[in-house]
């Protein structure tokens, strides 16, 4: 449909079409679209069915006249009979006046209140009419200026004078396979639905069409970037590469070896590699990445590690190094606080290819940094590694094989929907003999009871983590917590146990001690803010206790947990926390009852939304008008499989009944990139 500015409607001036324009109205199709959140229901229902305390709509005919008491300035009450069936109920309305006249005795009504079941009555807070909009009328998000009164006539409009331009742009195979209705009955419907079971049918329609053309155009958009740059073939040595996985200090787990047979694969071939590795904490991805990593150094390629944070940087180069024969692999640790003239040397050294593998923070792609020959990115723990960061290395002239490391395991539609058509591994089993982790929730009164608990366990000679509230407003803030937490702790140990603080206000090599001296034993409670979520491995720590538990997220509480059963012996994670609803109720709950990182961000997604869990921005997640990730997950997964058989079709956009869809779809990098 063509690009007519709602001011060729009848009614809408200059001024109104600013007004709409506020609202993201501009043209007649953004009218036709702007569709409603919610709909008025009123169906008819009993009296005897609505539950005390409801808020509804009733409708019935007036059997009593209406009288109107005024009292004190502005003050009054409007009050009438109703009659629904064979039941009479009262209705009042306060300070609205002006209704009085569109209560007519012996005429129907329909009413919207707060239901009293005892009393029979109806605080009465809208007057619908009777013959207003139908039985199921909408209700859309309005402004001052364009008020729901103005909207409905004006897209009615909207769909009498263009409604026969709506071209539709789905195969009526598809439609006829899931039996979706035309688009521009179903556009309509979604105004303005003759009952519930026809908006069903409207919305399944729209929410296909919208995930159907989301995934048409990211597949188009991976299938073109396969055919304008290869990928590399990245030829590794596979007997040196036998060789080095016999040297580790342990046989790989069979989901380790899946994996990464999986990697290896995707590394000879020459497609371009973009793999999402999930494991869960402590599934032992490191070692996994350290394997694609030497196999890309004996191809002659190098390779770069990207983590979020320094002290995961440091940790992973001390992983690495301990596998890696020093005289066989160069490596090198590139971050932020690097000193100016080391860095410099690392730089030319990456340029000139005598660095191997180098790891290092985010900005390692975006800093200037050249590499001899760049052949594989690892990324870790870094779910916000979205389409602008691809688009980073793609600038750069760079295609390199990506590898996405999260133990924050994506489900699987979010999975397809930020990463497209991403291949997925999954490491779905824990090294042999870990014991699973036991959690308890507390409340905040019992923590002195908790503390006297610790004092065994630090007895037996284990540690214990500290985790301090997370204040997003101010580190200041943050900081000044930790420091109080410490002081009451160090108060409490007293010369019994060490207690060491770790914040982010830190100096990297301030937090380097304090970490080297947790790590060897010399402090045995550690207290830090969440600066050390990701990663850090210290097998003798036995406890992990975790303040103001509610304002965590279900996947970061998991990730702090995972850095206690991390060595042969029994581990506890205790959830200090007074959640303020249900919500945080349940998550503290379900944290006792799984250790399944899985299962927690898929309850984490149901429960705090895909926005909450991810945050759009930073992770490229596009924005759906009807179609919700988590409630239509099943539609998003039809309409993939679907758009991958379209794609398979030799030049399908030939086809005739394909026309407007390959129209549709023509410019797929416009969607993603603008
Ligand atoms: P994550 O997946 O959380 O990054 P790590 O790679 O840090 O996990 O591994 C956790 C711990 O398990 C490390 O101490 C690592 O050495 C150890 N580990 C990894 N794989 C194995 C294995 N196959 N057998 C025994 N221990 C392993
Ligand atoms: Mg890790």
New binding site residues.
Partial sequence: MEAVSVQYLKGVGEKRAQDLAALGITTVRDLMGYYPFRYEDIQERTLAEINDQEKVTIKGVVVAPAVLNRFGYKKSVLRFRMMQDHGVFSVSFFNQPYLKDQVVLGEELAVYGKWDAKKKALTGMKILGSGHQGDFAPIYHVSQKVKQKTLIPLIRQAFADYGDQIKENLPLALREKYRLMDKAAAMYAMHFPKDPAEHHQAKRRVVFEEFFLFQMKLQGLKIREKSVSQGLAIQYDNQRLKAFIASL?????AA?QKVTNEICRDLLSPEHMQRLLQ??????????AAIALYATMTAGFQGALMVPTEILAQQHIE?LNQLFDPLEVTTALLTGSTPAKERRVILEELANGTIDIVVGTHALIQEGVEFANLGLVIT?EQHRFGVNQRKVLREKGWRPDVLF?T?TPIPRTLAITAYGEMDVSI?DEL???RIPIETRWVRPGQLDSVLDWSLSELGRGHQMYVICPLIEESEQLDVKNAVEIHDHLAAFYGDRYQVGLLHGRMKNTEKDAIMTDFKDGKTQVLVSTTVIEV?V?V?NATVMLIMDAERFGLAQLHQLR?RVG?GAEASFCILVAEPKNEMGKERMKIMTETNNGFVLSEKDLELRGPGEVFGFRQSGLPQFVAGDLVADANILEVARSEAQSVWQMKDWQLLPDYQELAAEISDPEKAFFD
């Fill in positions: 200090p342990f046989t790989l787990t380790q494991g869960d904490v402590g599934s032992g991805k490191t070692v996994v992983s870790d490391m133990a490491i090294p042999a003999g990663g491995n097998p995972g991390r």
